[in-house]
């Protein structure tokens, strides 16, 4: 009965009915942004990929061209969403924001439903895109906690404590 449920709507009351053998557009790539922590980058994508059949954490540099991108990890949240964990080394060679995130060509195509006979595999493929590396939202600022004893003898080793710093990016 209709009182035993309810309908949500998240965006629009419009939805479109394709056959299963029509070819879906390709997705975009939206945006690339730094958590609130710094620790990571999201991309967001208008529509759900292939994935380019990566599951797991992979090394960034087979989908995308960044700076560090052959020594940064990546990780499919879902089929819109890739985590990027960038590596702090250099400032030559780690992620800021303003720099561009390209998606490589020829590497994702729109998400393959399972239909007997679909030719997923002839679908097109996304081109070519950059993104410049947007800051966080809300970004978590740091708290510096120093730890330390209130006089030491002249001898003996200064030794400062840390561990209670919060919202260092990691």
Do not use: H
Not at 90 to 108: F, P
Not at 127 to 134: A, G, H, K, Q, R
């Amino acid at each position: 009965a209709a009182s035993e449920y309810s309908i949500i709507y998240a965006t629009s009351r419009v939805f479109t009915v394709r056959a299963a053998n029509t070819v879906p557009l390709l997705p975009r790539l939206l945006q690339a942004r730094f958590a609130n922590s710094g620790s990571t980058v999201l991309l967001s994508f208008d529509a759900p990929t292939d994935q380019r059949g990566l599951y797991g954490v992979f090394t960034c540099n087979s989908l995308l061209l960044f700076t560090g991108a052959d020594a940064t990890k990546c990780q499919w949240l879902d089929s819109k969403q890739l985590l990027i964990y960038p590596v702090y080394k250099t400032a030559a060679t780690t992620l800021q924001i303003g720099n561009n995130v390209t998606l490589r060509a020829n590497v994702l195509r729109a998400k393959c439903a399972v239909v007997t006979g679909s030719p997923c595999s002839g679908w097109g493929t996304m081109p070519v895109t950059s993104v410049s590396l947007l800051p966080p939202i809300a970004p978590v600022m740091p708290n510096v906690v120093l730890s330390m004893p209130s006089t030491i003898g002249g001898c003996s080793a200064l030794m400062i404590d840390l561990t209670s710093s919060t919202g260092g990016g990691g």
